[in-house]
Nanobody, 124 residues
Framework: QVQLVESGGGLVQAGDSLRLSCAVS????????MTWFRQAPGKEREFVAG????????LYADSVKGRFTISGDNAKNTVYLQMNSLKSEDTAVYYC?????????????????WGQGTQVTVSS
């Protein structure tokens, strides 16, 4: 059983940066496709960034490309989401998810494991 625990959210101003962490326990994160999703009030959960199985490839939603970076630390078994140049539209609860399939998908319904979420609020 894999457990995911997110941290690092908070209240920031537009233009600021935040780094979210997803601590993985139970198995090494490289055994999974690791992805960050987010959900704003009244909206559906959406894909933000993903790290492919074994961490070879990173993928991003167009809305965050060039501003967000997903990465992993094998020693800490943790996946990060570095968020720069934050905008008010980035306000959401951010979730870390793991998919045991080696084929990457942006479909949240395909993910097996989820963290509890961390709130990110960007004031303009």
């Amino acid at each position: 059983q894999v457990q995911l625990v997110e941290s690092g959210g908070g209240l920031v101003q537009a233009g600021d940066s935040l780094r979210l962490s997803c601590a993985v326990s139970g198995r090494t994160f490289t055994s999974y496709t690791m992805t960050w999703f987010r959900q704003a009030p009244g909206k559906e959960r959406e894909f933000v960034a993903g790290l492919s199985w074994k961490g070879g490839t990173s993928l991003y939603a167009d809305s965050v490309k060039g501003r967000f970076t997903i990465s992993g630390d094998n020693a800490k078994n943790t996946v990060y989401l570095q968020m720069n140049s934050l905008k008010s539209e980035d306000t959401a609860v951010y979730y870390c998810a793991a998919d045991s399939s080696v084929i990457f998908t942006r479909n949240s319904g395909r993910y097996d494991y989820w963290g509890q979420g961390t709130q990110v609020t960007v004031s303009s």
